[in-house]
């Protein structure tokens, strides 16, 4: 199809644009051949009217289909072009944060300005191992394909790191050298990788600076090359460096910095050891205060110092080289601040004693006068003399800049061979990998030398960058078998010669500086001369003729020839350097050696950068003259041989390419220039790349992948069985001009522009198939919606017309009952009408009458009232005159009254003179004393009843008017004229009449009192209501608060509730770390024990010492010594430190941090067996001091042994029921713990009594017994040597006293028996009465144990029930203190409520915490010291029948007659022990462990026979009480465990059974070793067959950390096994076919997710699940255990799928989302066929499942935002955003997540607490439990296998 024909309307097109570079438009109208204007729209929405140009007739690019924008490689684009790119990494870099982008081979970076969180170790771990292709793009996968190359091809690689200063070529340099040295780690324990990165912070701080571009840019080019041995792991690495630029040394422009190690040295100036360097501030000196910018924003130079040396010294620079380093550096700030002053115009002078140069020559330690004197002269030689000419002081001040730059850059050569000699291997390189990081094409307004060497260099790497490019087309050609086409394609040959070939631009600039007056205008017209107007690529500007331009292949660039020649003459006087030569430091005329031995790279530039190459180790030897003259080499001619020599080497290796991208000038974060980003790119060659890819073939499809694709565009009957035939015969349909596309052997190769033909063609066929699809179904649902819609009507309209006629009969009912209601209404509206006028008539008739009524009465009255107002007044008037007269008599007799009585009494005063008058007067007085006694008597009388009267009314008033005070008035009046007499009748009419006034008065007082009353009443009863009402409130205010105080008390309650589950939850976590932790650290400490046991092996063989024999340590050896289970080699060391210390660190580079902890704990070890060997020397010596006290007594045996013996054994059956009885008795008392469990016919009291009785009758029959056996005995009795019995009898009955148990009394019991028996005196002195007085003795200090038992037993209970008495007692007083605790939160509020109740529960826990702990303290020491006691007193039980035994004299048996007794004897049944010899347990574990194959015992004996095997070999030597044996058998079981899992561990079946069986002789030790907890599903025959000697429990710890080890070793080699399938049969592989559409890829190809043969499907997965779950099963592993594997095996699939997902763009997409739900679900109905649903394994999916989802939702609004936030609860916010932004429609019918979105999404989580990391940890491991899990199998009923080969071993 031609090209043309893709224009038509609603085509997208590029047109240039001057801001924006490209715009895109859409054409209006299709374009035909012949149109001179492309109407277009803008995407602004503007017309635009495009005129092509009328010569080329050149069209506008095409652009891309929307599917294809944002693809990961830029050759997969359908149209290959310079917009498409552009467009392409802007949409990746802005809108998908991606920076890494490829083309073709190269690698585009851009710089983000912005840290990212794609660098980690999760991100080295996903790249490492993976192809190129089948992961985004990254750094790490150019490292990996580099280092997959050169392990695979066996050839050296180059990564190629190129762009302008500040695009971050250093960083992308740093991360290469990073994942070589995560990856491939070091040969050597010297740590190799870690010095390789230690050398960038060296290599930073003197070669990097700050520019107006860049932070830290390198100002310098470096090559680096990591050396690999045969295994490719790093053994070295060298560097080779490239032109420095010296002249930032001595000159910095605004807002630049000089190198960062003079600012991190006055930074570090006030350290002490800096004292003698006399540094102060950066801005103080000449030489770092030029840019004016000495601080960069968030760097501190102090810190970067102590990183600097803490480099220096991990390179092995020693303290005293780097002080020297830092004086150098130093004397060079201080030179900088030397000052001249002008004698003359031609010479200049120092001040003396100048500060700054006297500070210098101490630092370099140089003679003052003699420096002072040649910084200002210089030396001229001639043929026959020399002179010493001053100069001036601008020539002076050159030349101290020319000595400061010339001195470091000195410095640097010797810094960067210091670097090389630590990172120098004496292994021999096998391969290395090479990165070079070098500058950029640069252009600036004013370029000059540098600028002209850097695009030389330039021109170079570009050449061999286009000819690398076309090598790999003209192979991919050639490959596929397709015709070779000539490309045409840039050389830049011609650029290149006209710079290094003869007569060009260097030569002619070297012959001009050896011409003595040559000066850059002289070279200038050479130029002109020689190159204008005949060689092309040079221009002369028009302006200038001090310039010169070069069509380079980026740009044309313009040079400025002044400052050529002096900077390629690198001028630098001699006297200078000789006096320098001359110093005292040593350090400083080392760096001055290079001069002398004249090698021609190595030399540097005045004001430019130093081209600087690898040093040979040997040195060229040569003429002292063709030295001298080496030496005089120009600058360029040194940077052009060392660029030969790298490009040489580039040559011999396989290049990858990094092209760095800077996407502004200004640093600011993802912010994209387009205008920058099209110059670099054109400058750095990737729009060459698409040029030459776009020349040929670029799109590459396999027939698969095309068939796939495109089969919608097939009829059913193009479809064949051979996919190659079928995509001819179709491509010949649909494309006709055949020069369009090519076949090869497995591709297609298309032209530009076909694949977006061919994906028109698809879009347009599924298109039409949608409408089709959608004009059935939109037919299909409006012919249904027409038919309910008429079905509808006609219900509706049945409706309405019911609805009408029921509606008319109403109204017509409605009509008839409002006539009849008008009626009626109208009637009663007349009648009430007339009514009311008559009423209103009589009512005014009535109110008229009344008020003339009213009138007239009104006259009257008021007439009535006038005559009673005259009469009133007229009495007043007459009352007023008649007051006034009688005041007026009165006061008249008064006074005339007066005067006679004043007469009389003259009269009387007279008479009463003389005692006549007296006598007189006496006359008669008798008879008117008798009268007026009566008169006294009457008026007594009279007075008491007027008191009577008085009291009554006193009763009366107060009665009445209580509170009224005028009544008491009256009657107090009233009394007091009763007193004074009658006659004063006035007065008290006056009285009467006051007091009735004031009794008016009283009234009103009482009635204003009364209304106060009420009124104080009615206000009482309000304020009653009012307290009512309030009352009410309050209530229901107390009702509320109580309300809310039971909410809050729920709330609380909930609270704790939940607090107590999630802290919970964290303890359980928090156990789960630690237990991680723990299990880390043992798979640790076994990595370190190979590694060990390797340093071993490796020194043995270097000692060349033959191996020693096999050597065990002491039996003595504590079990718990054996936490780490050192293997009998391991005290080989012990013998031989001597012979293999001395040559193993002369030959091998040891971690000397482990030796030292092995040498440590190799001490210890030797110090505890020590201890242990002198522990058991003097046990041995207490047995041996023991034994020679028994053979001092006296040995004296009795008769009849074998009966007694026979009957001891009967006893001890008998002794075994009774303690099996007081263990019954125990139990039934500790199971009870209520205080009335000792109370009579409780359960506890009843088993007593029982016991009691049975103990009382068993003593009864051994009573009678005794009397029988001595009756027997005395009857028999022969003459024996005498004893003292009661001797005897006194020791025994004391041993009986310190008995504790029925058991041990019974046996002291048999023990008094037989030394009754034994003794001298049994049948001799003693006779009947005697034996039965010594029986009965025994019987009553038996009895009395007992009974002293009960009684221990009866105080025990008592203390028990006190104990709960006092523990109730304090539960109340806790309750009662909770109560008060409560009411006082209830008064405090809600937060310091619940933080009070928090506090008090905190507390509360911690005191129970710490009871549980001192309890289960005592408990441990209680149970050790109750274990140790038993193994002591089975010891010397065992010790006494051994002596009992060798006491017995063979004379004794013979001579003693026997009667024989009929007793009873059982038969011996099988114990389930096996027995074998000590010298057999090798061939033991030979045959059982290391020799054993599982394949065979898994399928054909009983799962866990080995186990079980081993564990009844222990239980014999435990029944043997034969402790070295236990031990020796134990080591070596775990020894050759782990001796198997080293050799297969490999092999899962191998490592599946051993962990199996580990565990079931974990089991076995716990079930068997006598401990309660473990023996509650024990049956009696299994509780007969626990250990009763040892405790293994130490051995038990060991044997879980062996089974740990083998569980994570089983773990990772399920990984192994299932990483390779996980990415291919959950991703890659289409389980549900048609559903996913393969894209159009580029050259980096992925791996085909057609199911093609040896490609990995979901069944591949679900048949290695399936034969690791019958494996396990068929080994008899724990389903515990089992359910625990199945978790960590589904995390793996689900992290690995889950990170590749998030690394692989082209998997983002909703079909892919859809198909890893299917094989999620696929994988959860594996989980119920097998029953394992509640493992957890389901749970470890969620991530991916999450990721699925959010793949498939819709992501538009703010709800859609909402779901996924709520949805994705189980992914990190930095994983849903990755998914998001790799979203990637595969379909033009889906759509791209937009920016605003993902950003919604990134608000909405940004208070997620959660992990930043991105990927998950694939490592990780679940920390494993062993749960318990007894066996029912009974150990007598094994049978062990002929085929085992363990005839040694017997039954017992």
């Known amino acids: ?144 394909e580099a280092y997959k190359q050169m392990a695979r091809d066996e050839r050296n690689q180059s990564i190629i790191v190129s762009g302008e200063s500040g695009a971050g070529k250093t960083v992308s340099a740093k991360y290469a050298m990073r994942y070589f040295a995560t990856v491939s780690g070091s040969a050597s324990e010297a740590n190799v990788e870690e010095k390789v990165l230690a050398s960038n912070p060296i290599m930073e701080s003197i070669g990097n600076a700050k520019t107006t571009r860049n932070d830290n840019s390198s100002r310098f080019g470096k090559y680096i090359e990591i050396g690999f041995d045969k295994r490719y792991r790093i053994i070295g690495a060298n560097m080779r460096t490239y032109l420095l630029e010296k002249s930032r040394v001595v000159f910095q422009a605004e807002e630049e910095r000089n190198y960062h190690i003079f600012y991190q040295l006055c930074a570090s100036a006030k350290l002490p050891e800096f004292k003698m360097l006399r540094l102060g501030n950066a801005d103080d000196f000449n030489y770092t205060q030029q840019g004016g910018s000495p601080v960069i924003e968030g760097v501190d130079d102090a810190k970067e110092m102590a990183h600097t040396r803490q480099a220096c010294t991990l390179l092995g620079i020693s303290e005293s080289h780097q002080m020297g380093i830092f004086r150098i550096l130093a004397g060079i700030l201080h030179l900088g601040n030397v000052g001249f002053t002008s004698r003359d115009a031609d010479s200049c002078t120092i001040p003396p004693k100048h500060e700054p140069l006297c500070i210098f020559c101490d630092l370099m330690g140089v003679d003052y006068e003699e420096m002072c004197h040649w910084l200002c002269h210089r030396k001229l030689a001639t043929a026959t003399e020399t ?131 040559g000066t850059d205008d002289t070279w200038a017209q050479k130029l002109y001369n020689t190159h204008l107007n005949k060689c092309t690529l040079f221009e002369k500007p028009r302006l200038s003729n001090k310039a010169f331009i070069i069509q380079h292949f980026a740009d044309k660039v313009e040079y400025q020839c002044e400052g050529f020649l002096e900077k390629n003459k690198d001028t630098v006087f001699e006297e200078q350097i000789k006096v320098l030569k001359s110093s005292k430091f040593k350090m400083l005329p080392e760096l001055f050696q290079d001069d002398e031995k004249a090698i021609s790279p190595t030399s540097a530039t005045s004001s430019g950068r130093t081209p600087l190459t690898r040093i040979p180790a040997k040195p060229t030897k040569g003429r002292p003259g063709q030295m001298a003259k080496e030496h005089k080499k120009t600058v360029g001619h040194q940077f052009r041989n060392s660029l030969h020599l790298l490009m040489e080497t580039l040559n011999a290796t396989t290049p990858h390419y990094v092209r760095c991208i800077k996407p502004n000038d200004f640093k600011f974060p993802f912010t994209f220039d387009e205008k920058r980003a099209v110059q670099q790119l054109r400058a750095c060659g990737v729009l060459e790349t698409i040029r ?126 409002a006539t009849i209601i008008q009626k009626y209404w109208r009637m009663f509206v007349v009648c009430r009408r007339y009514k009311i006028r008559r009423a209103a008539t009589i009512v005014l008739q009535s109110y008229l009458r009344g008020f003339l009524a009213r009138n007239r009465y009104r ?149 204003c009192i009364e209304e106060r009353a009420d009124q104080y009443k009615q206000e009482t009863e309000q304020l009653v209501s009012n307290l009512k009402e309030e009352n009410t409130l309050l209530k229901q205010e107390k009702e509320a608060l109580n309300h809310r105080i039971v909410e809050q008390a729920k709330e609380m309650t909930e609270t704790m509730e939940k607090k107590l589950v999630e802290e919970t939850k964290q303890l359980e976590l928090d156990l789960n770390d630690e237990r991680l932790r723990y299990q880390n650290l043992l798979n640790e400490f076994s990595r370190l024990e190979e590694r060990y046991d390797d340093l071993k092996e490796e020194m043995t063989l270097m000692v060349h010492v033959p191996k020693p ?114 263990n019954e008795l125990r139990k039934a008392l500790s199971e009870k713990s209520a205080p009335e469990v000792t109370a009579p016919g409780a359960p506890a009291y009843r088993v007593l009594m029982e016991q009691l009785t049975s103990v009382s009758e ?118 009662n203190r909770q109560q008060q605790l409560l009411a006082q939160n209830l008064q405090l509020p809600p937060e310091a409520r619940i933080e009070a109740s928090l506090q008090h529960e905190i507390t509360r826990l911690t005191n129970e915490n710490l009871d549980l702990m001192e309890q289960l303290e005592k408990q441990d020491k209680t149970v050790r010291k109750l274990k140790k006691q038993l193994k002591v007193f089975a010891k010397k039980i065992g010790e006494l029948e051994v002596g009992q035994m060798e006491n017995i004299s063979p004379g ?164 192994n096994i299932l990483q390779p399938m996980i990415v291919s049969g959950m991703l890659e592989h289409e389980t549900i076919q048609g559903v996913s559409g393969v894209k159009p890829t580029g050259l980096r190809k992925r791996t085909s997710s057609i199911a093609d043969e040896g490609t990995y499907t979901l069944d591949s997965i679900l048949r290695q699940l399936n034969s690791f779950h019958s494996v396990m099963c068929q080994h008899g592993m724990d389903p515990e255990l089992i359910k625990q594997v199945v978790k960590q095996m589904f995390y793996i699939v689900g992290a690995i799928t889950l990170n590749n997902l998030l690394l692989r763009k082209d998997m983002c997409s909703w079909s892919k989302g859809m198909q890893i739900r299917y094989n999620v679900s696929q994988l959860e109905e ?78 909405r989580l940004r208070d997620r607490k959660d992990s930043p990391q991105l990927l998950m940890d694939a490592k990780h491991i679940f920390p494993v439990t062993f749960p318990f899990n007894p066996s029912s199998l009974a150990l007598e009923t094994i049978q062990i296998p002929a085929s085992l080969g363990l005839g040694f071993i017997s039954r017992v």
């Open 1258 to 1375: 068993e003593l009864d029959v051994r009573k009678e017994e005794v009397l029988i056996l001595r009756s027997q005995l005395v009857s028999q009795k022969e003459a024996i040597h005498p004893k003292n019995t009661m001797t005897d009898s006194t020791i025994l009955l004391e041993d009986v006293q310190k008995m504790k148990d029925k058991g041990e009394i019974a046996q002291a019991y048999i023990g008094l028996k037989e030394t009754n028996r034994s003794s001298a005196l049994d049948y001799c002195e003693l006779n009947e009465d005697g034996e039965l007085w010594l029986v009965y003795e025994g019987l009553k200090q038996a009895n009395r144990l007992l009974e002293s038992q009960l009684q221990s037993q009866k105080r025990s209970h008592e203390n028990e029930a006190e104990a709960l008495r006092g523990e109730i007692q304090s539960l109340k007083e806790e309750n």
């Open 692 to 817: 030459i890819s776009a020349a040929g073939f670029p799109s590459r499809w396999t027939y698969q992948e095309f068939f796939s694709r495109y089969r919608v565009l097939m009829k059913q009957k193009d479809v064949l069985s051979d996919r190659k035939q079928t995509c001819k015969n179709v491509l010949e349909k649909l494309i006709l001009d055949k020069d369009k596309y090519q076949f090869g052997k497995t591709k297609i190769f298309f032209r530009a522009g076909q694949v977006a033909y061919l994906e028109k063609l698809r879009a347009d066929k599924l298109r039409a198939a949608c409408i089709r699809i959608q004009k059935t179904i939109r037919g299909w649902l409006l012919r249904k919606k027409y038919l309910r819609m008429r079905k509808a009507a006609i219900t509706v309209q049945r409706y309405v017309r019911g609805y009408q006629a029921r509606c008319y009969a109403k109204f017509l009912r409605r009509t008839k009952a």
């Open 1109 to 1222: 024999g096999h050597k065990r340590t002491d039996s003595t050896h504590s079990s718990n010594e054996s936490e780490y289970t050192f293997s009998s080699e391991i005290a080989e060391m012990e013998d031989i430190p001597s012979r293999t210390e001395e040559p193993s660190e002369k030959k091998v580079p040891l971690d000397m941090s482990l030796f030292l902890k092995l040498q440590k704990r190799v001490t210890e070890l030797e110090q505890e067996k020590q201890v242990m060997q002198d522990e058991l020397d003097r046990k041995e010596e207490q047995v041996l001091r023991s034994k020679a006290k028994e053979e001092e007594r006296p040995q004296i045996r009795g008769a009849e042994l074998e009966y007694e013996s026979l009957k001891r054994q009967e006893l001890e059956s008998e002794n075994k029921k009774l303690k099996n009885e007081l």
């Open 859 to 1007: 006259k009257i009255l008021r007439e009535h009232k006038a005559v009673i107002i005259q009469k009133r007044v007229r009495g007043w008037l007459a009352r007023t005159h008649y007051k006034r007269s009688m005041h007026a008599i009165i006061y008249l007799q008064c006074c005339f009254r007066r005067m006679m009585a004043k007469r009389e009494l003259k009269k009387l005063k007279i008479e009463a003179r003389s005692v006549e008058r007296y006598k007189k007067l006496h006359i008669g007085m008798e008879n008117k004393i008798m009268q007026l006694q009566r008169k006294v008597d009457e008026q007594n009388k009279d007075y008491k009843c007027l008191v009577e009267k008085l009291t009554n009314l006193e009763g009366i008033y107060n009665s009445e008017t209580e509170k009224l005070r005028s009544d008491l008035e009256r009657l107090q009046l009233s009394e007091e004229e009763a007193k004074v007499a009658t006659g004063r009748v006035l007065s008290l009419q006056e009285e009467i009449a006051k007091l009735r006034k004031d009794l008016e008065q009283t009234r009103s007082e009482k009635k």
């Open 387 to 517: 002179y010493i000419k001053p100069i001036s002081k601008l020539q002076a001040t050159n030349a101290r800049d020319a000595l400061a730059k010339h001195i470091y850059a000195k410095l640097f050569n010797w810094i960067v061979d210091n670097v090389n000699q630590a990172l120098h291997s004496a292994v021999k390189q096998h391969s290395f990998i090479g990165v070079l990081d070098i500058y950029g094409f640069e252009t600036f307004e004013i370029n000059s030398f540098e600028q002209f060497c850097i695009n030389y260099a330039n021109e170079k790497l570009q050449q061999q960058f286009n000819m690398h490019v076309f090598k790999l087309e003209q192979e991919e050609y050639m490959k596929e078998q397709i015709p070779w086409t000539l490309i045409d394609f840039y050389d830049n040959q011609p650029c290149i010669n006209l710079i290094e070939s003869k007569l060009g631009i260097l030569d002619l600039l070297d012959e001009e500086c050896k011409m003595p007056k």
């Open 1 to 144: 199809m031609a090209a043309s024909e893709l224009y038509t309307k609603f085509a997208r097109v590029w047109i240039p644009d001057p801001e924006e570079v490209w715009k895109s438009a859409e054409l209006l109208k299709d374009y035909k051949p012949g149109d001179k204007v492309l109407l277009l729209h803008l995407e602004e929405g503007k017309d635009l009217e495009y005129r092509l140009d009328p010569k080329t007739k050149e069209l506008p690019h095409l652009r891309n289909p929307d599917i294809l924008v944002g693809e990961n490689d830029l050759t997969a684009l359908s149209y290959l072009h310079e917009p498409a790119v552009l467009h392409n990494l802007r949409v990746r870099f802005i809108d998908s944060k991606l920076i890494y982008t490829y083309c073709g081979i190269v690698l585009v970076a851009i710089n983000p300005y912005e840290q990212l969180p794609i660098y980690g170790e999760d991100i080295i771990n996903a790249y490492s191992g993976q192809n190129m292709g089948d992961m985004d793009p990254h750094i790490f996968a150019v490292a990996e």
């Open 1726 to 1803: 594996w989980l119920r066929d097998k029953n394992l649903m509640n493992s957890g394994a389901k749970e470890t999916l969620e991530p991916l499942i999450q990721a699925a989802q959010l793949l498939q939702v819709k992501k538009k609004t703010d709800d859609d935002a909402e779901a996924i936030c709520s949805m994705c609860n189980a992914l990190t916010t930095a994983q849903i955003v990755k998914v998001l932004n790799l979203y990637t429609p595969v379909n033009e019918f889906e759509e791209r997540v937009s920016v605003s979105f993902i950003r919604t999404i990134q608000m």
């Open 1452 to 1615: 004794q048996i013979i001579d003693e007659p026997i009667r024989p007794v009929n007793i009873p004897r059982k038969e011996k049944d099988f114990q389930g022990m096996l027995e074998y010899k000590k010298e057999d347990e090798q061939k033991l574990v030979k045959n059982l462990i290391l020799e054993l194959k599982p394949r065979g015992v898994a399928v054909n004996l009983i799962p866990g026979l080995p186990a079980y095997i081993l564990f009844m070999c222990v239980r014999h030597a435990d029944y043997l009480n034969d402790d070295q044996k236990v031990r020796s058998l134990l080591t070596s079981t775990i020894n050759s465990i782990k001796k198997v899992l080293k050799k297969r561990g490999d092999d899962f079946e191998t490592v599946s059974f051993w962990l199996s069986n580990t565990c079931r002789f974990l089991h076995c030790l716990k079930q068997y070793s006598g401990e309660e907890g473990f023996m509650k599903h024990n049956t009696s025959r299994q509780n007969e067959h626990c250990l009763t000697n040892f405790d293994l429990a130490e051995y038990r710890q060991v044997l879980s950390d062996l089974a740990i080890q083998i569980y994570q070793q089983l773990v990772r080699v399920l990984e």
